[in-house]
């Protein structure tokens, strides 16, 4: 038996196969048979467990550290997302080959450099082949590769260029005497509201890259903007420090011994290799990091650190580096906790959660109790008191809908090149919710896609086929509008349904691990089958058409623990760490 197994688009004769089996593409037979999502969430929370504890062997020997920062620990996130890959394709390619005992299998020659957290076949599958299976490759032509077109000769890009520098001049004129304040590394949608409450003189606002679109509000709000790149150390000085902890890492690296087993299975060797390639790309610049923020602390005095999440490395290592000088350091929490990768090991002093349901998940992750705090979620102030009416109405002539008529948002499970592998399972759950919710005439539809959704195509094409007119697809829209804005919402387990609720907006959730999850809760609505979406769907419009509100059980609702808004809590306890400071 010829056996394929392909992981991109290939521009091949599949007839020549016997079978062709697919983690990429809908038309073909596809891994959902192989594997179900609970074996897939099994082996996730083995990553988790197992990857925490192998980190914290290297931790207390202190293999990887500069100038007192772990390395290693701020890869936490991006070594659990490709091992999370890497496990995934092994579990499943040994459940092709019991299922189908192929003769040979054929996969793709071509090495994939373009993502490496995306580990294909032909780096691992030869470790795994038993006696008597023989393994070939297949070259498809592939896509040219897209011309460099370069900036130098553009004149908008000049004028770009020569304005941003222009306003970061002049923010930092504004700013020349401020030497102290409260710390904010964060994105502005997430932090927004908290600028009603805080004094703006003692906020500096920290950023990799200039935010352009963004100047003219932090101009106006006098906010001192500042960018890693303006702490920096001289090239010199670069070259000696880093070139000899870059060989002492690769050493260590070759030599590292210690197992670090999944599903029985010794990944060690690909971790290495992964390590290896990840730091021949980035290590320098990582090290610069942390000289950058320990010149930051240096040169500025910090109160307090506000991050929007501790796991992306430079975030990491900021926070690692506020530690050496006694700042404190918090967590804002703005999406609802899907598994303690993300959030556990804490490494900022306290975390901001919305509520007291949170602080119960987390503290089964191992974060101890007296570093979560209860706020309510700062991102939600930005609407908490804007009329929902108001928001449709904008979302309305803009999207041109008809105000009077429902308005649902459905959130589909998103389908990310090289993420989560079953594509074929989770897309035919949003085909069929998709196409259920078109089958009514008489409500408008919104779909908002996740920016990393790569099933924008096939949805629309879903779509047409229904015959329904009044379907806006979006990718890039203010998610908080359209849950504000809309009449219901269709979920799977993502954020958007918290924020839907948040907002006092029916949820329908249409996935069963989310309804396991939430069923506790008197607000949600189960549309798991067919049936009970259709249902569900129908109690809802009519709800709405006799004019009938949700009844919220206080004690029920995930969101929010305080009447106060979550910015004006937050603010008060950085402000008060800034006075004590």
């Given amino acids: 038996m010829k056996l394929a197994l392909i992981e991109k688009p290939e521009n091949i004769d599949f007839s020549q196969f016997d079978k062709t089996i697919s983690f990429c593409i809908v038309k073909h037979i596809n891994i959902g048979e192989y594997a179900t999502l609970p074996e897939i969430f099994a082996i996730v929370e ?54 189908e005992s192929p003769d040979e299998i054929w996969i793709s020659g071509t090495d994939y450099k373009d993502n490496l957290q995306y580990p294909c076949l032909n780096s691992f599958l030869k470790d795994f082949l038993p006696a008597g299976i023989s393994l070939k490759y297949f070259y498809s032509g ?79 709000k ?22 000899g902890k870059f060989n002492s890492f690769k050493d260590k690296l070759d030599a590292l011994a210690d197992t670090l087993a999944i599903k029985n299975t010794n990944v060690t060797p690909y971790l290495k290799k992964y390590l290896s390639a990840i730091w021949n790309k ?16 240096e040169r500025l005095k910090i109160t307090s650190l506000l991050l929007d999440e501790d796991k992306s490395v430079s975030k990491n290592i900021l926070t ?19 598994h303690r990768v993300g959030y556990s090991p804490l490494v900022a002093d306290r975390i901001f959660v919305w509520s007291k349901e949170q602080k119960n998940v987390l503290s089964q992750w191992g974060i101890d109790s007296e570093r979560i705090i209860v706020s309510g979620c700062i991102k939600y102030d930005k609407y908490l008191r804007v009329s929902p009416s108001l928001v449709k109405n904008k979302i309305c ?32 759950i949003n085909k069929e919710v998709i196409d259920c919710a078109c089958g009514f005439r008489d409500i408008q539809i919104i779909i908002k896609l996740h920016h990393s959704d790569i099933s924008q195509k096939s ?38 349904a918290i924020d839907a609720i948040a907002y006092e907006k029916p949820v329908i959730l249409f996935e069963e691990q989310s309804i396991e999850k939430y069923g506790k809760y008197n607000v949600f609505f189960d549309g798991t089958t067919k049936e009970k979406l259709i249902s569900s769907i129908n109690t809802i419009v009519n709800n709405l058409n006799n004019n009938k509100n949700m009844q919220y059980d206080c004690d029920a609702r995930p969101v929010f623990a305080e009447d106060k808004t979550a910015s004006r809590i937050v603010a008060d306890i950085l402000q008060e760490v800034h006075k004590n400071g």
């Fill in 397 to 428: 002539k803009q999207l041109h809908l008809n105000f009077e008529k429902p308005v649902c948002l459905i959130t589909p499970i998103p389908i990310s090149q090289g993420g989560h592998i079953l594509k074929k399972t989770m897309w035919q």
């Fill in 222 to 243: 006098r906010i001192d903007l500042r960018l890693l790149s303006e702490f920096d150390i001289p090239a010199i000085s670069k070259k000696n420090s880093f070139e």
């Fill in 142 to 220: 592939g896509e040219s590769a897209q011309k460099n077109i370069s900036n130098s000769h553009n004149p908008n890009a000049f004028f770009k260029k020569s304005f941003l520098a222009f306003v970061i001049s002049f923010i930092s004129r504004l700013n020349a005497k401020r030497n102290s304040g409260i710390l904010i590394y964060s994105d502005l949608s997430q932090t927004e509201g908290l600028f009603e409450y805080i004094n703006h003189k003692k906020t500096i606002f920290l950023r990799e890259k200039f935010p352009l679109s963004l100047a003219f509000y932090f101009l106006r």
């Fill in 282 to 297: 980035e290590l320098r610049r990582i090290l610069e990091t942390v000289e950058q923020s320990y010149l930051l602390f």
């Fill in 459 to 496: 949805i629309t094409e879903s779509v047409k086929k229904m015959n329904q007119d009044k379907v806006v697809i979006l990718s890039n829209y203010d998610s908080l509008a359209l849950a504000k804005g809309s009449d219901f919402l269709i979920a799977c387990h993502t954020t958007f």
């Fill in 320 to 338: 690692q580096v506020s530690g050496k000088y006694k700042v404190k350091s918090y967590v804002n929490c703005h999406g609802e906790p899907f």
């Fill in 46 to 99: 083995e990553i988790g467990l197992e990857l925490q504890l192998w980190l914290k062997k290297h931790n207390e020997k202190r293999s990887f550290m500069y100038r007192d920062v772990d390395i290693l620990l701020a890869y936490e996130l991006p070594l659990f997302d490709f091992l999370y890959n890497l496990c995934q394709k092994i579990f499943i390619v040994k459940k092709i080959i019991e299922k």
